[in-house]
């Protein structure tokens, strides 16, 4: 056995004295709002019958931060994201809270994207939406990417749709990014000669370094993630898990990330929105 494959082998572990998700809890967050995290896989799924929100898979004690918002770590960050709502930026001086008077006026956006955009001819993102708000219509600073103000305003608006089923559109003019993303999904990279169904697919239920391992799902999107104590975005976790792989990765924001983020997205759909979620 070449060092190589015994190294990628030694990723995936038997369970032994490591805590353990209730798999069987059900997700209902402040006694209200709930939560959908398993449900029958879209028809577009090949090899799973199943999906499952990565909250599933989570300790207890991890599980139990996600069901009360004055647990969430993540809602600090909404918060402050509801401050950048309602300031007035740019040359336009206009704020969000100008032209969508409130974020529940967003309620449905998260549990669509990323999707067509018809305008600009492409596959947007949330945060594509965003810096085009911000540019177009208040003559303000694009963010960055992964910028914080950018991670508050995505958990902000995904908060709004939690509950809601993801539904992202695959069909028409999308089809062919999600082509896209679906052949980097399945491609092997790094030395580890790893791709994402390696983990997600083949080998979610196993341990992978001492961490029960998900399907992946993005529905969560962006993540408190304890192990950074900060917000996580998609594009993020899909740079750590390419340079996991000892490969050199795409940028964030890069048009590879966005097909493999509607892919991804599209596994998912029938799970409620869960943003801002907490993850290991």
Do not use: L, S
């Given at each position: 056995m070449t060092y190589k494959i015994a190294y990628a082998?030694?990723?995936?572990?038997?369970?032994?004295?490591?805590?353990?998700?209730?798999e069987s809890a059900n997700l209902v967050i402040n006694e209200e709002i709930e939560m959908v995290t398993r449900t029958t896989a879209a028809e577009h799924l090949e090899f799973l019958s199943e999906v499952r929100s990565g909250w599933t898979f989570r300790t207890k004690e991890t599980q139990s931060l996600q069901m009360d918002d004055f647990e969430n770590p993540g809602m600090i960050y909404v918060d402050s994201a509801i401050d950048s709502w309602n300031a007035v930026e740019g040359t336009a001086g206009e704020s969000c809270a100008a032209c969508h008077d409130d974020p529940e006026s967003l309620v449905g956006f998260r549990a669509t994207t990323?999707?067509?955009?018809?305008?600009?001819?492409?596959?947007w993102t949330q945060e594509m939406y965003v810096n085009n708000c911000r540019t177009e219509r208040m003559g303000a600073e694009e963010w960055g990417w992964n910028s914080q103000d950018m991670r508050n305003m995505t958990a902000l608006i995904a908060s709004v749709s939690r509950g809601l089923p993801m539904n992202v559109p695959i069909d028409g003019p999308a089809q062919e990014t999600w082509e896209q993303g679906k052949d980097i999904y399945y491609t092997r990279y790094g030395q580890l000669e790893l791709s994402c169904a390696n983990c997600h697919e083949d080998n979610y239920d196993n341990l992978i370094r001492a961490d029960h391992l998900s399907q992946g799902q993005t529905n969560g999107f962006p993540v408190y993630r304890l192990k950074q104590a900060n917000l996580v975005s998609t594009h993020n976790r899909f740079r750590g898990c390419i340079r996991d792989t000892r490969a050199e990765t795409y940028s964030i924001g890069s048009p590879e990330f966005i097909a493999l983020e509607l892919y991804v997205a599209s596994r998912g759909n029938g799970l409620s929105v869960e943003g801002p979620s907490v993850r290991n």
């Open positions: 082998m030694a990723f995936f572990i038997a369970a032994g004295t490591v805590a353990q998700a209730d990323p999707k067509w955009n018809a305008e600009a001819g492409a596959v």
